[in-house]
Nanobody
């Protein structure tokens, strides 16, 4: 079965940087969509960044565009490089994977495999 384990979450000062990592096991390969989502206390989970291998495209939420970068170096590792952090980025961050090869937005619906999350806290 598919398993995803996130790491790298921490407390940071505004303007700082963090790099989140996700180790993927199971049948997910480089042709499958992978993504990062986040959920702040009292709010719904939202899409942050996604890789769509079928189209070779990446997608970012407007709130993180130009600051965050999603990448993968193989089917087993997914990263989220976060720079210029601000308190609005405080949330639990989740790594996710889909059986789909084509993903077109940051909707949760294609993603059926989820990690347990890693906490990011940004202070002013």
């Amino acid at each position: 079965q598919v398993q995803l384990v996130e790491s790298g979450g921490d407390s940071a000062q505004a303007g700082g940087s963090l790099r989140l990592s996700c180790v993927v096991s199971g049948h997910i390969n480089s042709r499958n969509c992978v993504a990062w989502f986040r959920q702040a206390p009292g709010q719904e989970r939202e899409g942050v960044a996604i890789i769509s291998p079928g189209t070779g495209r990446t997608f970012y939420a407007d709130s993180v565009k130009g600051r965050f970068t999603i990448s993968r170096d193989n089917a087993k590792m997914v990263y989220l490089q976060m720079t210029n952090l601000n308190p609005e980025d405080t949330a639990m961050y989740y790594c996710a994977a889909a059986d789909a090869n084509y993903c077109y937005d940051l909707s949760q619906w294609p993603f059926h495999y989820w990690g347990q999350g890693t906490q990011v806290t940004v202070s002013s």
